[in-house]
């Protein structure tokens, strides 16, 4: 680390975040168990921890609580008090502390997801994520979507020795006619998640049921169920607005166009791989 | 009984996609989300702020080949719910 600044990658865009006092630098990069990189940050950001302000309730939104100031932002009641300069992609930001200890640091997280999309201002649109567990299986990418407790971890965990990006936020990189499957350092349920990516094949909306089971979920239907699954797309100063989440419905109509999506049920054995193979193969080989 | 001169109108800010033969419609908030079958899809097509309820059961009956009594009752209850849900109003 340089200057004591912890620089993250996500995609093609790099954090750069330093910490006051310093031992959170070292803290969140062993928390993201991501080697520090090496290229200059798009975005830079300085954190000052402290315990000031009385202790409140963490929402589990940092998007839906999130306001802006005339100084800046503020988050979760103040929890999180920060201005960020567009101009120099700068942000200095207060954090409670109480957002960077386990299990809470990971509602931290979600700050960075809004660094990510101010890496992104200024060029066009074309990385989102989405909370969703991605597997490369036979050097394809698949997406499995679904909220908590639908199962992403648990298909993480079936999927070994298949490679797996994350168990909890994927990137998805739009191009004309493909997407590419990304994973994200983001911390998960799942801890032996790889670095890496792929072309997308196929979306999964998860359920747990009584035996494996497959249906194409052609309609608006999937559309409604990707969405509720996307990050908003909002930078550091930036609040959702009207046109934000249009934005994600076109994306989710886009998702749906371009790779099919299915209602997955399945039972915690790998017996779901067996039947991915054998549907996409067999709706290949009519093609 | 809703009166067939009435006009339904759409309310609000609402980000309405057609997809296939289904719609998807985002309320100004964001927080609901409500889905329409081909048939929804097609009578919501018809809620333009200018067409009465009596016109849209002109075209319903014309497209869809039905009783106008039966379709009537269909109507009125799928504009009840879209009222219900805060997605029109009667003009």
Redesign the interface.
Known sequence: MKNNEYRLRIGDSVLGMRFRPARYTALFRDYLGRECAREEPDVRMDFRITSRQQEAPVDNSLFTSKLLTNRGFEISGGLIKGHYDRAAQYGKIRVHEALMVVPTIRVFEQLLYQAFFSSKDGGSRDAYLIHSCGVIHGGSGYLFVGPSESGKSTVARLSLPDTVLNDELNLLLFSDNKITLCGTPFNGLFKEKSEGYCELKSVFLLRQGLEHKLVRE????A??AV??EIVPPIGLDEV?T?QA??EM??LA?RL?ETVPVYRMEFQPNRGFWQLIDQKIGNERGRE | MKNLSAVPVPSG?L?V?K??T???I?T?T?EE?H??DETGTFVWSQIDGKQTLDQMLDNLCTEYDVDREEAQKDLFVFINLLQKKGLVFLG
């Open positions: 052609p309609g608006a239907e559309v409604k969405l509720r959702i009207p989440r249009e419905l076109d109509i749906r | 800010e980000t996609k997809i296939g289904e719609t998807i985002l100004e964001g989300l889905t329409l």
